[in-house]
């Protein structure tokens, strides 16, 4: 079955960085898209960065310069490195695949930027 396992998180000072990584199995990671979402208290999940199968990048304007999404196929693995952290940050943040119709989600990994 499709599995997503994050690690990563943690507690860091506002303008830190942090890189958090995904190890997908039981799907063909290569041909797969993945993306990073993120969950604040009392907030909606909202999409951070995406990435094609073929490496294309997409970014949510509140990251755009400061995060960067990247996969190593060899590896099945898909990454987030954040740069220049703001308390705003502070979330649940969840990789996310869809196969077929259907997505999938880790455990999520909790990040906390204190200010």
């Known amino acids: 079955q499709v599995q997503l396992v994050e690690s990563g998180g943690g507690l860091v000072q506002a303008g830190g960085s942090l890189r958090l990584s995904c190890v997908a199995s039981g799907i063909w990671f290569r041909l797969n898209g993945m993306a990073w979402y993120r969950q604040a208290p009392g907030k909606q999940r909202e999409l951070v960065a995406t990435?094609?199968?073929?490496?294309?990048?997409n970014y949510a304007d509140s990251v755009k310069g400061r995060f960067t999404i990247s996969r190593d196929n060899a590896k099945d693995t898909v990454y987030l490195q954040m740069n220049t952290l703001k308390p705003e940050d502070t979330a649940v943040y969840y990789c996310?695949?869809?196969?077929?119709?259907?997505?999938?989600w880790g455990q999520g990994t909790q990040v906390t930027v204190s200010s």
């Open positions: 996310n695949t869809r196969v077929a119709v259907k997505d999938y």
């Open positions: 990435i094609s199968s073929g490496g294309s990048t």
